[in-house]
């Protein structure tokens, strides 16, 4: 305790970020193991993992860098269809299934990257708004693109089509991805320790990044970009890095998900579900991870509930008031002084009881 009281305010909140993931799992792994967890909830592992990186990524972007980013579920879908074509070409080359696994999240986190770079080029010269609605195009670009795509597979390897099915295929070859059919029959190979794995490598590769010299000049462009700019700070290059590390990570998780389905469509990957994100880091607090984790995981969780699961058709429009009102509570001085004025007296009373 001594050793945690001694240590700087933002290694104490990471190392309690650590210690709240692992003790979840632990627990919930008990759980699971003694069947303590029903069979929906055993269910829901896999995606909450999921959500859960995709939050921590876009915090990245939203909360660190401080660009408004609408096109997440993008990199998300790019990772979820080229990881599990990935694990499905190579299932007879590697039956291991957690080697394919490995792959398939490596892969999903290398075609997002790359994505997110070529994204990053036209994106990253805009600020606010601008920023928010090209980035919402690309989103929908890239669900197009996905829905024209046909991906088979034979002896000679992978065959693609755009636009129409006119993939040919030699004797015992099949079709993977099948283009607004998406991916059917996906063999299940994601597992919830995966999912807490690639958590923790999310949470150190954000916090070494944040706490690093870039992290810091990140930080700077987000407070104030002139003053960045003025003291020789490369805004285009520290921005592509928060970017593209975030689209990333967001493939990474894509793969985890859709490796953890029966079947996935491009439609899945839309407009609300990069809305939905945003509402779990908007929720958690912008630039706080440890609120990310809380929040994605309970709003995945929540609408699966059974006191929950006849209000599933209107938990859009719940998110959408709920964000409404946290934006403007988070805008209004009035808001903030009320609850400055309540920290102080916290602070006030806490150093009147010391002796």
Known sequence: MKRLNAMSRTSR?????????????????????GGGLSATLQGQLVPVCAYVVMALSLNLTVGVLGELSLGHAGFMSVGAFSGAVA?????????????RLALAMLIGAVFAGIVGTLISVPVLRLNGDYLAIVTLAFGQIIKSIIEN????????????????????????????????????????????????????????????LVNSRSGRAIMALRDNRIAAESVGINVTKYKMM??????????????????????????K???????????????????????????????????????????????????????????????????????????????????????
């Open 149 to 208: 795509l046909y991906v088979g597979v034979d002896g000679s390897g992978l065959h693609f089509s755009f636009l129409k099915p006119t993939v040919t295929l030699e004797q015992g070859g099949r079709m993977i991805l099948n283009g607004p059919m998406g991916i059917p029959n996906i063999e299940k190979i994601s597992t919830f320790l995966a999912g807490f794995l690639l958590i923790l490598i999310t949470l150190v590769i954000i916090f070494n």
């Open 87 to 99: 694990a499905s070409a190579l299932q007879g080359v590697i039956p291991a299934s957690g080697v």
């Open 242 to 267: 928060a970017f593209v590390t975030s689209a990333a990570l967001a493939g990474a998780a894509g793969a985890l998900f859709s490796l953890g389905q029966n079947t996935i469509v491009a439609a």
């Open 269 to 355: 990957f839309d407009f609300n579900t990069s809305i939905l994100i945003l509402v779990y880091v908007v929720l958690g607090g912008q630039g706080n991870m440890w609120g990310s984790i809380v929040a994605a995981s309970f709003l995945t969780i929540l609408p699966e509930s059974d006191a929950m699961r006849g209000l599933r058709d209107y938990r859009m429009l719940v998110y959408a008031i709920v964000l409404i009102l946290v934006m403007l509570a988070t805008n209004s001085p009035a808001i903030k002084g009320l609850f400055g004025q309540i920290l102080d007296r916290t602070r006030s009373k806490k150093g009147g009881n010391t002796p």
């Open 13 to 33: 909140v990471n190392f309690l970020t650590y210690a709240l993931v692992i003790a979840a799992f632990v627990v919930l792994q008990a759980l699971s193991m």
